[in-house]
C-alpha cells in the first residue's frame, strides 16, 4: 500500500500556521464563525511573514536589481500596515465593543498585552525599512528583527483563538456578527486600500483546510470584484510578485529571482 504524503506549501515556514478551531456545543455557532474568519485573518499574517522572511535575503543580493528590492520593500511594508490595522482596530473597537455588550471589562487584556509585547520589534521592523538606506539593509538583519517578535507575535495570534471561544461561552448573548461588520468597516476606513487589499487578496488561500474556506469572503458584487482583481493592485504592482498566492490560487513554487 502506498503512504499518501501531505504536500507543505512554502509558505506554512518558518511560522506556523493556525488551524480552524473545531465546532463545540457549549460556543454559539456566530462565535464560532468569527473564530474560524479571524484564524483566515491570522494566517494571512503569518503567510505574509513567511514570505518576507523567505525573500530576505534577497535585500543582500548584487544579482537584484534595485527595483526589485524597492518592490519587496514595499511588500514588507504592506504587511506591516495590515497587521497594525488589524490590531489597532482591535484595541479601539473591537475588544471594547465584545468588553461592553457583555458587560464584562477587562475580558481581553490578555490579547492587549500581547499586542504589547510584540510592538517594539514591529516599530523596528518598519523602522529598519523606512530609515535604513537601502544600499545598507541585509536580509539578515531584517530576519533577525522578525526573529525578534515572531514568537510573541504567533503566540497572540494563536491565543486570541481560544479567547473568542470563551467569550462565546460565557456570553452567548453578545452580538459578535454585528461587532464584526463594524469593526471591518472602520479598519478598511482607516488603511491604505491599495496596500491592504492586495495584501489581503494574494495572501488568502483559498486551498487551505483542503477548500473548506474557499467561498470566504463571500463573493463581492461584480464591479467590487472588477476593483479588487484589476484597480487596487495597479498602484503597487510590483510588490504583489512576493505573495504566498496569485489571484486566490496558490502558487507550486516560490517566485524566482
Not at 493556525?18 to 503567510?47: Q, S, Y
Not at 475580558?107 to 499586542?115: E, G, K, T
Not at 479567547?163 to 453578545?174: E, K, Y
Not at 482607516?190 to 477548500?211: A, Q
Amino acid at each position: 500500500m502506498s503512504e499518501s504524503r501531505q504536500i507543505v506549501h512554502w509558505t506554512a515556514s518558518p511560522f506556523a500556521l493556525l488551524a480552524t478551531p473545531p465546532k463545540a456545543d457549549d460556543v454559539p455557532d456566530a462565535f464560532h464563525e468569527t473564530a474560524c474568519v479571524m484564524v483566515l485573518l491570522h494566517n494571512i499574517i503569518v503567510r505574509g511573514m513567511n514570505t518576507i522572511y523567505h525573500y530576505a535575503p534577497i535585500l543582500s543580493s548584487s544579482s537584484v536589481s534595485q527595483r526589485d528590492k524597492a518592490d519587496f520593500v514595499t511588500y514588507a511594508l504592506a504587511w506591516h500596515e495590515f497587521l497594525h490595522g488589524h490590531h489597532e482596530g482591535e484595541e479601539k473597537y473591537y475588544f471594547p465593543a465584545m468588553e461592553s455588550q457583555a458587560g464584562a471589562p477587562g475580558f481581553m487584556d490578555s490579547n492587549v498585552a500581547q499586542h504589547e509585547a510584540f510592538q517594539p520589534g514591529l516599530a523596528e521592523f518598519h523602522d529598519y525599512l523606512t530609515s535604513t538606506s537601502a544600499p545598507t539593509r541585509t536580509g539578515e538583519r531584517l530576519r533577525e528583527i522578525i526573529d525578534s517578535f515572531a514568537p510573541d507575535l504567533v503566540l497572540h495570534l494563536h491565543d486570541e483563538i481560544p479567547t473568542i471561544l470563551a467569550l462565546g461561552r460565557a456570553h452567548p448573548n453578545v452580538d459578535i456578527a454585528a461587532i464584526d461588520e463594524v469593526h471591518a468597516k472602520h479598519m478598511l476606513d482607516t488603511v491604505d486600500k491599495f496596500r491592504f487589499i492586495p495584501f489581503m487578496v494574494s495572501n488568502l488561500d483559498h486551498g487551505f483546510e483542503d477548500g473548506k474556506w474557499k467561498h470566504w469572503p463571500p463573493k463581492p458584487p461584480v464591479v467590487v470584484g472588477w476593483l479588487v482583481k484589476w484597480v487596487f493592485p495597479l498602484v503597487y504592482r510590483g510588490a504583489w510578485r512576493f505573495s504566498s498566492c496569485e489571484e486566490l490560487r496558490l502558487r507550486d513554487e516560490p517566485m524566482k529571482f
